[in-house]
């Protein structure tokens, strides 16, 4: 196992930096400074879905209808609500007795949705495309482009018998508990023409169990803007790149219909990173308009060496559990990080980025860092001082890149790595080194209004042809953060109890993330009160997992039979479910350098550090595992192995 890299004392000058730049951008509306697009009546058809085709999908037997009764009722076809079904499946239970109702076309999730040129995974793809050795898929890059992240859902729907087991251009509204049927009544609804605004479809269904899997950022949303709606020329949200406005599609990325027009993208977070590049190549003129600079690091993009995956990569069964181990145990940067780094891209050199995800104790049971206010102040100034020389030579990039001194000062990164997620690209920072592209950075403060001609920034008028929203989504914090706002829909369970209400009156409460007291039969993904990985699917694999053999291993307990599986009712205690959140709660310190982090998604714009104590409190509930998902793993395992399925009530009557 490698020592802990070593710590320098954080430079007093370069935090004074780091809090002038926040402050700069703290604002008192916080997350009100965004609307979503279903709530705006001037940009709500930007939500609209520019993919569905929908005479297939008209010709196609439906995979629910009203009435229907089911076993397993997945809510997402993304790479999570896949994995809930794949898992279910190689538990032992029925293809045939799984549904799947996404609000897209098809599968893919995020992967469906987001289309715009030069889109590909953050993460190393033979960590983050899962099932890949199940499959026998080799990707064609080390970081895969969205048409073949899209390309991987539907092969892994078609090879576990799922294809044809998904109801599509379909949300859930709500979602109640029926203690005397012992079944969720489940609202659907179904646009069955093109856009939110054509005919609909009412579903009720029941479902024995249900599993929330709709995704951490679900719902796009652009900044609230006086004058916003007078904007007279094309505009669309990344999330929906229209390609009929750029040229192009979402294979060929030729933007030709960009050619003599101006373009404003208000954005510079992950996504722009990826599609700037491509703007500059074809507009005529390119604003880029900057709240807060990306740190943007080197992302070494390579076609699949096909010797090297067979030799090197994926030569033994089990290759791709223990490289995504790998890596979650180097960006831990614990005691027990490996020496071995198999994907040694730029994640694994940011030692400070385990102020997000979490560390290992040294001794087993104990909290990482404990409750101490000096030992947790230790603690945030260690966390500061390991990122110091990764946040500079990021900086340096920038002035290494970018010919206008300037401009690199401009796009350089003022806050710790764990404050926003990090961003990897070749091509990004020179796009600004084109005559046609212009930085228009507004000092932290954002645009100040809209024009029908274009927008206002710095007191300029900028006039433009298209406009282009890469704001963003809500954040996943927003509201009560629990699996229902997430959705966007309305769950009630015992009693009528909503999961929102339980969300503000006592904090998350779960068992390890995945289930909760009161909400018999709900299942959900973390990562509150679960493990944290910038792999996310590595997260909802080992959800989907447990989750699966938890419920293997209550149907073996009731005997198995069909009659005892149709009355099997799986509920957590709400002894249990405090227990494990008084864990979190001693572990939760390990998560004190948020705190003070420039505003953006991560800290809901701010507002998670302006809470009174007892918010703070049941804030801090959300938490995810302190100790890192390696311990949380061993930790899941441990309860599973041990075959007592504690802290659950398990009932046929």
């Known amino acids: 196992m490698s020592k802990e890299p070593a710590v320098t004392t954080p430079d007093p000058a370069l935090q004074e930096k780091y809090i002038e730049e926040r402050d700069k951008r703290l604002r008192a509306d916080g997350s009100a400074q965004f609307i979503r697009l279903v709530d705006s009546d001037r940009f709500k058809h930007l939500e609209d879905d520019p993919w569905v085709d929908h005479t297939a999908l008209n010709a196609q037997a439906p995979a629910l209808q009203d009435g229907d009764n089911i076993r397993f009722l997945v809510l997402g076809a993304g790479f999570g609500g896949l994995l809930f079904a794949v898992r279910l499946i190689e538990a032992g239970f029925a293809a045939a007795d799984i549904r799947l109702v996404d609000d897209a076309g098809g599968f893919g999730g995020t992967w469906y949705w987001n289309r715009f040129p030069g889109i590909m995974c953050d993460t190393e793809s033979y960590i983050y495309m899962p099932l890949l050795e199940e499959t026998g898929y080799m990707p064609q890059h080390k ?35 029926d203690d005397t049927a012992r079944r969720w009544t489940v609202h659907l609804l179904e646009t069955r023409g093109r856009g939110r605004g054509a005919a609909t479809r009412a579903h009720t269904v029941r479902a024995q169990f249900v599993f929330a899997a709709s995704g951490i950022l679900v719902a796009p949303h652009i900044p609230r803007l006086p004058g916003l709606e007078d904007f007279s020329g094309a505009c669309f949200h990344t999330a929906r790149w229209d390609y009929a406005i750029t040229g192009g599609t979402p294979t060929d990325w030729n933007l030709r219909a960009l050619a003599g027009k101006r373009v404003g993208i208000i954005g510079t977070g992950a996504t722009a990173v990826q599609a700037v590049p491509h703007l500059a190549r074809h507009a005529q003129r390119l604003y880029v308009f900057q709240r807060t600079p990306s740190s943007v690091d080197v992302r070494g993009q390579r076609r699949t060496d096909p010797e090297e995956w067979r030799t090197g990569i994926a030569p033994h069964k089990g290759w791709q559990r223990a490289r995504c181990e790998n890596f979650n145990a180097r960006l831990a940067h614990g005691p027990n990080r490996p020496e071995a780094d198999l994907v040694a891209d730029g994640w694994c050199h940011q030692p400070g980025y385990a102020a997000a ?77 084109l005559a046609n592209v212009e930085l228009v950075d507004t000092d932290g403060r954002g645009l100040e209004r809209g024009t029908s001609a274009g927008v206002m920034a710095n007191g300029v008028e900028y006039a433009l042809d298209v406009l282009i929203f890469s704001t963003g989504y809500v954040a996943p914090g927003a509201g009560t953060g629990s699996p229902a706002g997430r959705g966007c829909a309305e769950v009630r369970g015992r009693g009528g109890r909503s999961m929102d209400d339980k969300w503000v009156e006592d904090g998350a409460a779960t068992l390890h993330g995945v289930t909760t007291n009161g909400f018999p ?25 447990r989750v699966a053999g938890m419920l293997k291993a209550a149907m073996a307990r009731v005997g198995g039979g069909t009659a005892q599986m149709d009355r099997l009712v799986v509920e957590v205690t709400r002894d249990a479910e405090e227990a494990w959140s008084m864990e979190i709660l001693k572990r939760a310190s390990w998560f004190a350098a948020m ?13 998670n550090d302006r809470t009174d104590p007892q918010a703070r409190m049941k804030a801090a509930r959300r938490a995810p595992w302190g100790e890192g998902i390696g311990s949380f793993v061993k930790v899941m395992n441990a309860w599973h192995d041990d075959g007592q399925l504690e802290g659950l009530e398990i009932s046929v009557n």
């Not at 895969?144 to 859930?172: C, M, N, P, V």
């Not at 900086?395 to 401009?410: E, G, M, N, S, T």
């Not at 705190?595 to 507002?607: A, D, R």
């Open 357 to 433: 995800l979490g560390r290992e104790a040294t001794d087993a049971g104990t909290s990482p860092i404990g409750g101490d206010p000096d030992a947790i102040a230790r603690h945030v100034a260690a966390l500061h001082a390991a990122d110091v020389e990764r946040a500079e030579r990021v900086r340096a990039r920038a002035d290494a890149i970018v010919v206008d001194p300037r401009v690199a000062q401009l796009l350089k990164a003022w806050y710790p790595v764990w404050c926003k997620r990090p961003t990897f690209h070749d091509d990004y920072l020179p796009a600004f080194n």
């Open 595 to 607: 705190s003070g982090c420039t505003p953006g998604y991560i800290n809901n714009e701010g507002e």
């Open 521 to 545: 039969n709900f299942f959900f993904h973390g990562p509150s009160q679960g493990g944290a990985s910038v792999i996310f699917t590595y997260m909802m694999d080992t959800t989907a997992t």
């Open 143 to 177: 970081y895969s482009h969205g048409a073949e992240l899209r390309e991987h859902a539907e092969r892994i729907a078609a090879q576990w018998g799922l294809a044809d087991k998904a109801l599509f251009r379909t949300r859930y509204t709500r979602a109640a508990w």
